[in-house]
Structures are given as structure tokens and as C-alpha cells.
């Protein structure tokens, strides 16, 4: 059974430019959530998309959106990048018959 | 608003040697405390689900156990392969349905030497 795929890797941005980063969960599940790791904060909860609605968001700024399409899969997006927003970005699915969350291998973002 | 510490930050120990790690965690309806294995440069790998107090799951050299306001990871005897950083997280009924947010501690750098 295949996990939960990122692409891409990694990801090298310039201040003031936006990424979109793609996230393809596990089949079957059909809850997918985005976090922000970095080494001051930790892993920082983003927002949580179910059958294409957000169901939870949280304290991010309006730059950071994401969608989910019908097939499950997402997509985050931040706008403007800014330095700050250098981090390892983790898409987690879950779903199926448990409350656990399985994570992918991340995307890392790196803003120049 | 659901909070969580972990206990040490850092832990070093000799192959063999063994030890806990603490999770503390104060939370609106506990729904599930996880654990996770995170190493450099991946994602968190799930280990474990603990849904009440008094619950107890293992997996080789790993236990973990729950009480009412705390988790412990019990590790017996590591392998310089059990280094990694492990990561305690909560979930709480105030998400209603929403089975995707989790609250994450800051977790324990385990480093177990040959």
C-alpha cells in the first residue's frame, strides 16, 4: 500500500514569489493536513482539508491557502514568500478505520 | 487551547541502557495521544495510538503508556538504531469530526551510542 507522497523534495524560492507544494495522500483516506516544521516552533498545524472543504485552520496568515481536489489529493500554496517561511512542509493523510495521521517525507522549502 | 511537553529535550544513552521519555499534555477531551519517530530530513513515522488512561502499547523495544495527564515511551535496551527524534502529539474532541489536527510537543533528541 503506497504512504502519502510529496512532491516536490525540495525547493529553492526568492522573497516575494509564491510555491504551490502537492500532496497525495494514502488511498482511501480522505482527510489530508498540512504542517509547518521548523527548528524554533516545531511542527505547527496549517489546515486540514476533507472531501475538498477545509474543515480546520490555524494560526497562519492568509498567505498560506490550500485546496483539496475529488480524487483527495491537495495542494498548499503560500503567496509572497518571505524568509521566514524557510521550513520543512509535512502533508499528513488519515482516514480509513483509525484516527492516525500518516505523514509523507516533506517538502523542503528554502527562501532566498 | 491543547498543549504538550516533552521531557528531556535531548537524552544520551549507552547501547543497552534503558530508559523513558515523558510527554505532558493538557487537552479539552482527549481523543487519542500519538507517537511518532521522526529521523533527520523525513517525515514522522507513526509508532503509536493511546486512546485512554491505563492503556498500554508496544512494539519491539518500545512501550508506551498513559495516564491522565501524561505518556511515557519506555525504550529497553536501544540500538544506536533507536536514535532519532521522537515526537509526542494530541487530539483533542474539539476538533468535532476533524481527525487532522494534532498538537505536537517539541519532542526528545535520542541518541544511543555503541
Known amino acids: 500500500k503506497a504512504g502519502v507522497t510529496q512532491t516536490p523534495r525540495y525547493l529553492i524560492k526568492t522573497r516575494g514569489q509564491q510555491v504551490t507544494l502537492s500532496c497525495s495522500p494514502i488511498?482511501?483516506?480522505?482527510?489530508v493536513s498540512w504542517y509547518q516544521q521548523t527548528p524554533g516552533q516545531g511542527l505547527q498545524f496549517l489546515f486540514e482539508y476533507f472531501s475538498e472543504t477545509q474543515r480546520n485552520k490555524g494560526n497562519f496568515p492568509g498567505r498560506f491557502s490550500g485546496r483539496q481536489f475529488s480524487n483527495s489529493r491537495s495542494e498548499m500554496n503560500v503567496s509572497t514568500l518571505e524568509l521566514g517561511d524557510s521550513a520543512l512542509y509535512l502533508c499528513?493523510?488519515?482516514?480509513?478505520?483509525?484516527?492516525?495521521?500518516?505523514f509523507g517525507q516533506g517538502t523542503r522549502l528554502t527562501v532566498v | 487551547e491543547d498543549q504538550v511537553t516533552q521531557s528531556p529535550e535531548a537524552l544520551r544513552l549507552q547501547e543497552g541502557e534503558s530508559s523513558s521519555l515523558n510527554c505532558s499534555y493538557t487537552v479539552s477531551g482527549l481523543r487519542g495521544l500519538f507517537w511518532y519517530r521522526q529521523d533527520p530530513g523525513k517525515g514522522p513515522e507513526f509508532l503509536f495510538t493511546l486512546y485512554s488512561a491505563g492503556e498500554e502499547k508496544e512494539k519491539e523495544r518500545l512501550k508506551a503508556t498513559l495516564t491522565k495527564k501524561e505518556s511515557f515511551l519506555h525504550i529497553t535496551a536501544p540500538k544506536p538504531e533507536d536514535s532519532a527524534t521522537y515526537l509526542c502529539?494530541?487530539?483533542?474532541?474539539?476538533?468535532?469530526?476533524?481527525?487532522?489536527?494534532?498538537?505536537f510537543g517539541q519532542g526528545t533528541i535520542l541518541t544511543v551510542h555503541p
Open positions: 502529539a494530541v487530539q483533542s474532541y474539539a476538533g468535532g469530526t476533524s481527525y487532522g489536527k494534532l498538537t
Open positions: 499528513a493523510s488519515s482516514g480509513g478505520t483509525g484516527v492516525e495521521a500518516f
Open positions: 488511498s482511501g483516506h480522505r482527510s
